[in-house]
T-cell receptor, first 110, second 115 residues
Framework: KQEVTQIPAALSVPEGENLVLNCSFT??????LQWFRQDPGKGLTSLLL?????REQTSGRLNASLDKSSGRSTLYIAASQPGDSATYLC?????????FGSGTKLNVKP | DTAVSQTPKYLVTQMGNDKSIKCEQNLGHDTMYWYKQDSKKFLKIMFSYNNKELIINETVPNRFSPKSPDKAHLNLHINSLELGDSAVYFC??????????????FGSGTRLTVV
């Protein structure tokens, strides 16, 4: 069974810092990997999606990488802002069956 | 023993029809969600119910109406189906409306094709 792990569980940084969130998974036979942002009461917002054949995706200040063979993905956030405070989840898609990591709770201090 | 189950798995229907997708969870979760996955595989939230009360209602056509008869069920009714409604629809549940990391569970999806 697929297991997804995210490190760290929580992170607190001052505004303006660049940061990296990590995600690892045990079964490399994935369809794609997604990074989500979770805000209380608002469900999930999909941030970046990397297909299994891709290595990297970028959107604004966010950059996600995928190394399928080693079962790792990272989410890089540049120049963090207080509005980035949320829980970040990675999820692997084993053909429409989503396995989520436990998330990294990010707090960006003004 | 499926935690979040959606039916049907596949649904092919003609434009103009009315259809429903059912979702049930046996996890005892308080909150249930409907997501639409677009052609780029992005998941977008449509609705969220907490204990049978609507708490999230994103901008979706009013042809889409959720119905929650009890907290274990959240059904999605779609009237006057259009070609653009073709997508995969995911139901999910969580332990509370904070979307607890350990309690967030997705169904396997319903692939809707409108022809």
């Amino acid at each position: 069974k697929q297991e997804v792990t995210q490190i760290p569980a929580a992170l607190s940084v001052p505004e303006g810092e660049n940061l990296v969130l990590n995600c690892s998974f045990t079964d490399s036979a994935i369809y794609n990997l997604q990074w989500f942002r979770q805000d209380p009461g608002k469900g999930l917002t999909s941030l970046l999606l990397i297909q299994s054949s891709q290595r990297e995706q970028t959107s604004g200040r966010l950059n996600a990488s995928l190394d399928k063979s080693s079962g790792r993905s990272t989410l890089y956030i540049a120049a963090s802002q207080p509005g980035d405070s949320a829980t970040y989840l990675c999820a692997v898609d084993n053909f429409n069956k989503f396995y989520f990591g436990s998330g990294t709770k990010l707090n960006v201090k003004p | 023993d499926t935690a979040v189950s959606q039916t049907p798995k596949y649904l092919v229907t003609q434009m103009g029809n009315d259809k429903s997708i059912k979702c049930e969870q046996n996890l005892g979760h308080d909150t249930m969600y409907w997501y639409k996955q677009d052609s780029k595989k992005f998941l977008k939230i449509m609705f969220s119910y907490n204990n049978k009360e609507l708490i999230i209602n994103e901008t979706v056509p009013n042809r889409f109406s959720p119905k929650s008869p009890d907290k274990a069920h959240l059904n999605l009714h779609i009237n006057s189906l259009e070609l653009g409604d073709s997508a995969v629809y995911f139901c999910a549940s969580s332990q509370d409306d904070q979307g607890s990391n350990y309690g967030y569970t997705f169904g396997s999806g319903t692939r809707l094709t409108v022809v």
